[in-house]
């Protein structure tokens, strides 16, 4: 599967240019032959939006949402997108997988809620493992922080994984989690790892950008720079079984003696 990975800035708390950010991505990802989509964490509205988070909340399946599913049909190519989850009282970091033909395929909360902001704006969630299939390959998501904790991507490698979609708002001087984390939590649990960062200012944060995806085998098959970029990659079952037949690691686990850690 050829994949696209928006590294995007944004204009905080409008949501209609984080659409038409999207639908100017998706354009240009299809017109080179994409079939999916990834935009960074709360792609939507930007994440430096404080305490206007709560107002810019949305249902799952609420407008914003069928305006991406709109966006989809029209480029025939499914999308993951971020964006603030209204569920009744509760609002949640979330992100959502869009298939090329509209419809909703998957739907996932952030777990690991990270610093002061996040853990005052959001409820976490509690579903590990979302995943949703698309030509042949199962996608997973998580969100920016959860990607720093290897048992969330050993999670995702256990139950099936080939491509993990993890939209981020990564900060300077944080620089060394998309170099070094990324590349090695691909690596140690054997699945393509696709990381996708916002870049620039917003409020008090300075994104670092770097997107990329790294193989099962470790290798960073694209990669970023600091300002607004699109790349493209192709991502493979059969690099998985290779990696996999190289370095056993999810084989020669031995669970029993891992019981502490729970």
Same mark, same amino acid.
């Given at each position: 599967? =050829? ?7 944004? #204009?905080?708390?409008?949501? *209609? ?11 240009? *990802? ?33 407008? @914003? $949402? ?11 190519? /499914? &999308? ?13 970091? %979330? #992100? ?9 395929? $998957?739907?996932?909360?952030?777990? !690991? ?7 005052? +704006? ?9 995943? +949703? ?13 959860? &990607? ?20 981020? /708002? ?11 984390? #990324? ?10 790892? $696709?990381? &996708?960062?916002? !870049? ?10 770097? %997107? ?22 192709? &991502?493979?079952? +059969?690099?998985?079984? @290779? $990696? =996999? ?5 999810? %084989? ?11």
């Amino acid at each position: 599967m =050829r994949i696209a990975l928006a590294q995007m800035g944004g #204009v905080p708390a409008s949501a *209609a240019a984080g659409l038409d950010a999207l639908e100017r991505a998706a354009a240009d *990802a299809s017109r080179q032959d994409a079939r999916l989509l990834i935009t960074p964490e709360l792609s939507l509205t930007g994440y430096a939006v404080g305490d206007r988070t709560a107002a810019l909340a949305e249902p799952a399946d609420g407008p @914003a $949402a069928h305006r991406v599913a709109g966006i989809a049909a029209r480029y025939g190519i /499914a &999308v993951v997108h971020g964006y603030p989850e209204r569920a009744g009282d509760a609002v949640h970091n %979330s #992100v959502r997988l869009t298939g090329p033909d509209g419809a909703a395929l $998957a739907d996932y909360r952030k777990t !690991h809620l990270f610093g002061g902001f996040e853990r005052a +704006a959001f409820t976490p969630g509690d579903i590990p493992v979302v995943q +949703a299939d698309l030509d042949g390959l199962r996608i997973g998501l998580l969100i920016c922080y959860d &990607v720093e904790f290897p048992e969330a991507v050993r999670a995702h490698a256990l139950a099936g994984t080939h491509l993990l979609a993890v939209p981020t /708002a990564l900060m300077r001087p944080y620089e060394f989690v998309a170099q070094t984390l #990324v590349p090695a939590r691909a690596y140690e649990s054997q699945l393509h790892l $696709a990381y &996708v960062n916002r !870049h620039g200012a917003e409020g008090e944060y300075h994104f670092a950008g770097l %997107s990329c995806l790294a193989g099962p085998d470790g290798a960073v098959r694209a990669r970023a720079g600091t300002g607004e970029e699109l790349l493209f990659a192709d &991502v493979a079952s +059969a690099l998985i079984a @290779a $990696a =996999r037949a190289e370095t056993p690691y999810l %084989s020669d686990r031995r669970p029993e003696l891992y019981r502490s850690l729970v």
